[in-house]
């Protein structure tokens, strides 16, 4: 498709256990960023991958956070040990094709992954 | 202090009124500015940039105004499916594109 996928769009898993979630973005996209969204907040930013490399991870909340991104192409970001604070909507956005990291541009968000944790 | 502060809202205004919402940003390297749209269970999408010269959409006027650290959206002759919470964006030089986002103001227009 044309814009940025997520899988799954829910997932509702016990505390302790792992979890990963899936973004595909748009097609030939080399930049990429996770958000999430809790109840009640903000926006907040994750990671941030330019390619395969992750230049800043600092909004990464704690060690059971991370992410990778293979073929410069689809990212994974993993949930260790998940907390019931963890329950969020973790979404994946792109930047216009060709930014290269320059100037603040608006970025295209998928549709999210609904994450509970019970 | 978040970095950027909206008035949360709920804002209630029937068909056709003229809507106003504000937003207020902390860092003064911050670089570029947008207002985002984000209707209930569903990904924010952009509804327009902010531009220093202040700039209009349609029904929708955005006005920046870099010396106070302000930036506001006027929604005129309001329509029902204007209802969604709109979101204030900053981005900073320094910190590769990410997007800082208000928390947004909430806007149900009424029949």
């Known amino acids: 498709g044309a814009g940025v996928s997520q899988s799954p769009s829910n997932k509702v898993t016990e505390k302790g256990k792992d979890v990963e979630l899936r973004c595909d973005p748009i097609?030939?996209?080399?930049?990429l960023y996770w958000y999430r969204q809790s109840l009640g907040q903000g926006l907040e930013f994750l990671i941030y991958f330019q390619g395969n490399s992750a230049p800043d991870k600092s909004g990464l909340p704690s060690d059971r956070f991370s992410a990778e991104r293979t073929g410069g192409s689809v990212s994974t970001l993993t949930i260790q040990r998940t907390q019931q604070e963890d329950s969020a909507v973790y979404l994946c956005?792109?930047?216009?094709?060709?930014?290269?990291?320059?100037?603040?541009?608006?970025?295209?968000f998928g549709p999210g992954t609904r994450l509970t944790v019970t | 202090r978040k970095e950027v502060e909206q008035d949360p809202g709920p804002f209630n205004v029937p068909e056709g009124a003229t809507v106003a919402f504000n937003c207020t940003y902390s860092n003064s390297a911050s670089q570029s500015f947008f207002w985002y749209r984000q209707d209930c269970r569903k990904e924010p999408k952009l509804l327009m940039s902010?531009?220093?010269s202040g700039n209009e959409d349609g029904r929708f006027t955005a006005q920046l105004n870099r010396a106070s650290q302000y930036i506001s959206l006027l929604i005129r002759d309001s329509k029902l499916s204007d209802s969604a919470t709109y979101l204030c964006v900053v981005t900073r030089g320094s910190t590769l594109g990410r997007l800082y986002f208000g928390r947004g103001t909430q806007l149900t227009v009424w029949p």
């Open positions: 097609s030939g996209h080399t930049a």
């Open positions: 956005a792109n930047p216009p094709p060709g930014w290269s990291g320059g100037m603040g541009t608006e970025q295209y």
């Open positions: 902010v531009y220093s």
